[in-house]
Every structure is written in structure tokens, then in C-alpha cells.
């Protein structure tokens, strides 16, 4: 629950972020250029950083503890080093060789729009050793189930941004956007320290690539960071494909899949975050009946929330967008786009929140193949069906359906609307597939459970989500409600979205399902934090 609070904090300082932007630069080619230098920076970080914490120092580190631990701290030292001259070593060639990366990664950037983005994406290339060593800092946290920097670095990250488009862009122009970027990174690494080393974390001078398990942790490392370099090859080829669309859909494109990850970040991303060193430690104990009440317990949690989620972001998708991003030169014909591929990526939410839980499981019996190569599957899925929705059946086939569906008027937007789809069928795909292969090892009465809590929750979200939907349109008719002002829109959203919450809520009751504990749980265990804050 902290996860999920914190998380819900950053996803919002997150939306603050993307209102100051459309609100200063419209969905325009200057945050197509934005949105495009993350990208290669983040390929750097994903591919050594985020999935080697997660699937290989986490579990080894825990094991280490539990036989030396002076031994373990000499590990992680050691990691730290050599990860870091790793990603300086990264981001000094990529800076180098900038120019031909921005020609690959955006072929329709062409003069001076290309020209700046090669300057962010440089600037930018700082940010991932910052980024680096923070993780590597916070997986140490999480082995010590000490999560509240690991909670609280995005906030500072998101407040680095919003900082540099008010005091660095009125200064140094767009370049104090990529300047805001490298100031977040800092904050993000700089709030891990403290509670490293009251864990008891100390830079020591080791740097040995071939003692203390780095060669093990590599190993482990290796079929995740190929799995992660697929994943951002994907995200490369999407803003390829999104920069030969038309000015603004890169930035349409990324608003949306923001959006979309307010869910899956605050309700997957913290699950599996919080439950890795669970499955960590039960894995290492060889406790087999406690992995698996980890996961179905993480399982069920993450459908109890993520189901109706996407259900009522799908119909209040419209309010959604025009209350986060509606403002200055952000207009109803770009909300209407980015609605539109919002409602689309709601199909897939579900999966990819997830996706991360059922790899972890994997990554805590230290097996990364098996989920590095089914998601290298989905990444390859997505990629071809992206080709085919934007270039082939978007051109004219479904065009014209799904322009009346989610009502985007000018068909030359439709194609757009290909990317989203691709990735929400990619993610259900790659979802069935973990499911498979983890019961393929192991059966029994999870099995079952999971998949009657999926039925139960889809029922009752449908049903939610069609009383939201009826509320909506019957506030409309409430004098009050204005589609034109900030507060008109809000008011109408915030109605419809607590009527669905309601029916959500008794629909579960009602039924007797075994879900209804959640709730009582996590009232139970709200009640006991207000009363032990209020004893302090």
C-alpha cells in the first residue's frame, strides 16, 4: 500500500509534468522531439540496469546474506562499480554517435527538429548512470524490504522536470527540459543513500569482474538485459513508426501510454515490486507452498485492481484526457486523438500489470529465460502487428469503423491508432503465455482460483463500468455540467468514476466473493496505521 500511495503520487506529479508541457508547447514537433531523446538514454538504463536488479542481484544478494555478510556487502560494492563504469562507458559512445542513433530511431525528424533532438538526447545521456546507481542502491533497500526511497525517487525525479520547464526553459530554452531530466536523475539517486547505509552499505574499491558471483550475476543478467533490449527496441520502432505519422504523434502517442501507466505502475509495477523479495526469500528457503501463496495472493490483488481500472478508464477516457492534459495549447482535436488511443490501450492493462508479477516469480527461482524469451515473443508480436495495423489494414480496412467508434473525425489520424492496439493484443498474448509456462511447473488449486477471481472481477467491472457510463451521460444533463470549463469535465468524470467505484464495490459484496476480504483488509490495515500514527 505505501508502493501504491507513493506510486500515486509520482503517476500524478507525472500527469502535472505532461499538463506543464502540452500546456507550453502543444502536441506539437517540439515534445515529438522531447519524447524522442528519452529514448535512447532509456535503452541505455533498461538494458544494464532495470531488469539486472531485479532478476539477478536481488535473489543473489539475498542468498549471499544468508551464508556471509561481509561477503554480500563485498557483492555489492563490487556490482556497483563495475555496473556504473559500465553505463558511464554507454553513455560516453552514445553521445558520440548520437547523430546516427536519432537518424535510426526517427526517420521522419528532419533540419532542426532533428538537429535539437540529438541536443536533448545528449544531455540526456547523463541521466541513466544517475539513474543506474540509484537502482543499484535501491535493490539493497528492497533485499531489506525498505521501500520507501525505491517509493519516493520518481516523485523527486518528476519534481526535477517540472522544475526545469518553469526556471531552466525560460533560461536555456527547450534544452532546459533535458537540463530538468538530468536534475530529476540526481534526486532519484540521491535519496537512495541514506537508508543504504543505514542498512549498512559502504563504498568499498573492488572492482573484480570474475570474483564475488559477478560472473553468476551476469548470467542471470544476460537473458534479461536481451529480453529488455528487445523490449526497447520495440519502444524504437514504435517512435520510428509514430514519426513518419504527422507532427505531434509521437508526443499523442506518448501522453496516452502515460496515462495508461498510471495504472499499471501504481497497481503491477508495485505488486511485483514489493512482492520480489517475498518470492526471494520463500524461493531460497525452498518453501514451495509459500511462493505460491505469494503469487496468487499478488495475482488476485493486481485483478482486483488493475480490472476495473482499465473498465472505467475506457469510458471516462474522454474526462480522463481533458482534465490531465487539457490546457493552453493542448485542444479538443488533440484530446480526442489521445482518448482515442487511450481507450485502445485500456484493453491490454490488465496484462501488462501482470506481466511483471508473474516474470518476478520466474526471476526468484533465478530463471530468466523463460520469461525473457516469451516477452521476446510479445515484443515481436507487437512489432508485427504494428506494421501491419498502421500501414496496411488502418490505410482503408478498419479505418473508417474505428474513427466512428472513438470518434476521431480526420481519417488521416486513424493509423495512429494501429500502435496502441498492437500493444494491448501483444500484451494479453505474452500474458497467456506466462501463464502457461509457470503452471506448466506449477499445477494445483492456484490454477483454478486465479482463474475464477478473473471471471468474477471481469463481471462485476462490466457491469461498473456501464453504470459509469449511464451516469455520465445522464450528468450532462445537470445544469452545472459544462463540457467547456476544467470544473464542468472533472465534476462530470469524478461522478461517473465514484458510481463505478460503488457498483464495483457492492457487486462484489453482493456476490459473496472471496475478493470482498480484500477490502476488509485493506480497511483494517488503514485503521491500524491511523491509530499507530496517532500513538506516536
Not at 515534445?31 to 532495470?50: E, M, S
Request: contains cysteine; proline residues 4%; charged residues 10%.
Amino acid at each position: 500500500m505505501l508502493l501504491v500511495i507513493a506510486s500515486f503520487t509520482s503517476r500524478v506529479l507525472g500527469l502535472v509534468r505532461d499538463r506543464v508541457l502540452v500546456s507550453l508547447f502543444g502536441a506539437g514537433d517540439t515534445l515529438d522531439v522531447y519524447f524522442t531523446a528519452f529514448r535512447i538514454p532509456d535503452f541505455i538504463y533498461n538494458i544494464l540496469i532495470a531488469g539486472a536488479v531485479a532478476a539477478a542481484f536481488i535473489p543473489v544478494f539475498i542468498e549471499a546474506r544468508h551464508r556471509e555478510e561481509e561477503y554480500s556487502w563485498k557483492l555489492a560494492a563490487n556490482f556497483f562499480n563495475i555496473m556504473a563504469a559500465l553505463l558511464s562507458l554507454f553513455a560516453i559512445l552514445s553521445i558520440i554517435i548520437m547523430p546516427w542513433l536519432m537518424s535510426l530511431i526517427a526517420p521522419g525528424f528532419i533540419g532542426e527538429k532533428r538537429e535539437i533532438a540529438i541536443l536533448l538526447s545528449r544531455i540526456m545521456a547523463i541521466s541513466p548512470l544517475l539513474l543506474g546507481m540509484s537502482a543499484m542502491l535501491s535493490g539493497v533497500n528492497q533485499a531489506f524490504n525498505r521501500f520507501v526511497p525505491y517509493a519516493f525517487a520518481p516523485i523527486f525525479y518528476n519534481i526535477g522536470i517540472i522544475f526545469g520547464a518553469f526556471m531552466f526553459v525560460p533560461i536555456l530554452g527547450i534544452a532546459g527540459l533535458a537540463w530538468g531530466v538530468v536534475l530529476g536523475a540526481t534526486a532519484h539517486f540521491a535519496i537512495q543513500i541514506p537508508s543504504a547505509r543505514l542498512v549498512g552499505f559502504r563504498w568499498q574499491g573492488v572492482f573484480t569482474p570474475r570474483g564475488f558471483d559477478f560472473i553468476r550475476i551476469a548470467k542471470l543478467i544476460i537473458p534479461r538485459s536481451i529480453g529488455l533490449a528487445a523490449s526497447q527496441v520495440n519502444v524504437l520502432v514504435t517512435t520510428a513508426i509514430a514519426s513518419l505519422l504527422g507532427a505531434g504523434s509521437v508526443a499523442i502517442f506518448t501522453l496516452a501510454d502515460n496515462l495508461q501507466y498510471m495504472v499499471i505502475g501504481i497497481i503491477g509495477i508495485s505488486y511485483a515490486t514489493a512482492t520480489f523479495p517475498a518470492f526471494s526469500h520463500a524461493a531460497s528457503g525452498k518453501n514451495k507452498k509459500l511462493f505460491l501463496d505469494t503469487f496468487a495472493f499478488s495475482v488476485r490483488h493486481v485483478l482486483f485492481w488493475a480490472l476495473p481500472a482499465s473498465v472505467l478508464l475506457f469510458v471516462l477516457r474522454a474526462q480522463v484526457v481533458r482534465v490531465a492534459l487539457g490546457a493552453g495549447a493542448f485542444g479538443w482535436t488533440e484530446t480526442r486523438l489521445t482518448a482515442a488511443v487511450l481507450g485502445i490501450f485500456c484493453i491490454g492493462i490488465f496484462a501488462h500489470s501482470l506481466n511483471p508479477v508473474i516474470a518476478r516469480a520466474f526471476y526468484a527461482v533465478q530463471n530468466t529465460i523463460t520469461p525473457v524469451a516469451i516477452n521476446i515473443g510479445g515484443i515481436l508480436i507487437n512489432i508485427g502487428l504494428s506494421v501491419f495495423f498502421v500501414f496496411v489494414s488502418l490505410q482503408d480496412g478498419m479505418a473508417p469503423q474505428l474513427g466512428v467508434l472513438f470518434r476521431v473525425s480526420d481519417l488521416a489520424n486513424i493509423p495512429l491508432l494501429g500502435l496502441p492496439l498492437a500493444f494491448a493484443i501483444a500484451g494479453i498474448i505474452t500474458l497467456i503465455f506466462l501463464f502457461g509456462a509457470f503452471f506448466a511447473r506449477y499445477e494445483g488449486e492456484y490454477k483454478r482460483e486465479i482463474i475464477l477471481a478473473f471471471i468474477r472481477i471481469v463481471f462485476v467491472s462490466i457491469i461498473a463500468g456501464l453504470v459509469a457510463y449511464f451516469v455520465l451521460r445522464v450528468m450532462l444533463l445537470a445544469p452545472f455540467i459544462s463540457l467547456t470549463t476544467f470544473w464542468g469535465v472533472f465534476t462530470q468524470g469524478l461522478g461517473a468514476g465514484i458510481a463505478g467505484i460503488l457498483v464495483y464495490l457492492g457487486g462484489l459484496f453482493l456476490l459473496r466473493a472471496p475478493e470482498w476480504t480484500f477490502v476488509e483488509d485493506y480497511k483494517n490495515k488503514l485503521f491500524s496505521a491511523l491509530n499507530l500514527t496517532k500513538n506516536q
